[in-house]
């Protein structure tokens, strides 16, 4: 028998090398910190909803393992349809192998309506009607008579005022004319998909836009593994579907680019250059001096840490508003004296007036404030600015002051073939010290980077009190860390001017 499920479906109409893939190679399959997110979002959001329309009854059931127990869920779903349940949530159906749980089935006088459960805040991905398009098909061949399929994304424009309102949070999409015209390829696609299951031999499929859309694939690593490295997908701000133009014109290699000549800006130039012969350090003096002359004594290295929740936690807040729960600040002097002073809000509460208001006792008016990509601390001021407009004018003139240790980088002044084509601040710290300790993210404890920091302040107010203490030094370390490497980098600058 075939046995496939939506997910697997979804993932076919993408790439047929993809389910095949899971199937025969899942030891290539990586998921990285952005599409776990995705996941732990729809996790929550899909819980979430099972309220949407009052009452329900879930099929959700886990054998001794932990792993999904489908059969059950399969016989609860009869028994609930049976007893004429208005709304059953992951309702389950097995249609000779074709298997779906739709997220929340619901029954109406005129037959069932599929509502398919999204963690974005757009209904108009064309993956979402290939998604509900098998689930119909699968429930229709169940007996099912379905006459509505819809989307339920989250409203963008919500905004919690302490009482979380589902039918305001929720926006719900009539689908059910795109997936009436879609269902009627889904037969074939099976039948396609069943043949590529079914053998042994990997899918001659190359490279395409299909690779990044509707999701970047979790085996574009093991699909690329046989290019040089570097190679054309490395190349510095350039659109995946240029890269992809080349590739497919045999320009392969660095060296292929730099035959070839096209699309070799300044910056890409000297990454390709600098790739494929070892010049040390391209050094623009005239550049970096006239960026420090912009800067004055003392210098503030600021660095913020954010949570963004999919669901609202804090009063006057939307879906994935980016929320500033701590910061780190290094402060240099014209003698060489380096201070340095943290904040980290409490996960229980919403930390932005604490934070707001530490942020402009420890920042006086008018001095020069260093951030590493600074569009991202200004926009967070800014909103902490409208928040609290009693603090608005401190707050603001912390921003206009802030200064952008990226603009050095970014503008070409200074460059290494360790960089790799990346001036994050991950990347540039290791290339310019390479062999110290005291600067490797990876020595530090339980914190690496910024979107482990995310994942982990959450949690913090559910911990023990010991286990709390070690995972709040674990952030104050990880943030500190942030902005020395700051100090460091402009070290450097003002070494090389």
């Known amino acids: 028998m075939f046995y496939f499920s939506k997910t697997k479906y979804c993932d076919f109409k993408q790439c047929p090398k993809i389910p095949w893939l899971k199937k025969y190679r899942p030891e290539e399959y990586v998921v990285d910190a952005e599409t776990q ?23 959700t059931a886990y054998r001794a393992d932990g792993s999904l127990d489908l059969n059950r869920m399969k016989m609860l779903t009869r028994k609930y349809l049976a007893e004429g349940r208005e709304n059953i949530c992951e309702a389950s159906f097995d249609y000779q192998g074709l298997y779906c749980a739709v997220d929340i089935l619901r029954r ?18 064309r993956v979402y009607v290939v998604d509900t398009s098998y689930q119909k098909y699968v429930l229709e061949k169940c007996g099912l008579k379905v006459n509505k399929v819809c989307i339920v994304t989250i409203d963008p424009s919500y905004v919690y005022d302490g009482v979380l309102d589902l039918h305001r949070f929720f926006k719900i999409t009539d689908i059910t004319p795109l997936v009436e015209e879609e269902i009627g390829t889904v037969g074939e696609s ?37 290019l040089p490295s570097p190679s054309v997908f490395h190349l510095y701000r350039l659109a995946y579907g240029k890269k992809l133009e080349l590739y497919l014109k045999g320009i392969y290699s660095f060296e292929d680019i730099l035959k070839d000549g096209g699309r070799l800006n300044e910056m890409r130039r000297r990454q390709v250059e600098y790739a494929l012969e070892d010049k040390g350090t391209y050094i623009d003096k005239k550049g970096i001096r006239e960026f420090l002359q912009t800067l004055t004594f003392p210098l503030y290295f600021l660095d913020f840490e954010t949570v963004q929740p ?66 991202f601390e200004c926009t967070r001021i800014k909103e902490l600015s409208e928040v609290f407009p009693d603090l608005s004018e401190h707050l603001l003139n912390i921003k206009e002051n802030i200064k952008d240790l990226l603009d050095p980088f970014q503008s070409g002044y200074y460059y290494n073939r360790a960089m790799g084509g990346s001036f994050s601040i991950k990347s540039v710290l290791p290339a310019i010290y390479p062999d110290d300790p005291e600067l490797n ?14 994942e982990l302040f959450p949690r913090l107010k559910d911990m023990p009190q010991e286990e709390r203490a070690e995972a709040e030094h674990h952030l104050l370390k990880y943030c500190e860390l942030d902005t020395f490497a700051m100090v460091k980098v402009y070290e450097e600058l003002k070494r090389v001017s």
């Open 37 to 59: 997110a995705r996941f732990t979002a729809g996790n929550e959001v899909g819980d979430l909803a099972m309220g949407l329309f009052g009452d329900f009854v879930e099929v």
């Open 108 to 125: 109406t006088p005129h037959g069932y309506e599929i509502y398919e459960v999204k963690s974005s805040t757009s209904p108009e991905h």
């Open 190 to 226: 099976l039948k396609e998909a069943q043949k590529v299951m079914s053998s042994k031999e990997e899918p001659d499929i190359d490279l395409s836009e299909s690779c990044n859309e509707p999701y970047p694939c979790a085996f574009f690593g093991y699909c690329t593994r046989n």
């Open 310 to 375: 999919v669901i609202p936690r804090y009063v006057g807040t939307k879906p994935y508003q980016q929320i500033p729960v701590q910061y780190s600040l290094h402060i240099l002097r014209e003698d060489g004296t380096l201070s340095h002073r943290e904040f980290l809000g409490r996960s229980e509460e919403d930390p932005r007036r604490a934070l707001a208001e530490r942020l402009i006792e420890d920042i006086p008016k008018d001095v020069c404030v260093l951030a590493y990509n600074k569009a």
């Open 441 to 454: 993210y990876h020595n530090l404890e339980g914190v690496h980077n910024g979107s482990e920091a995310m």
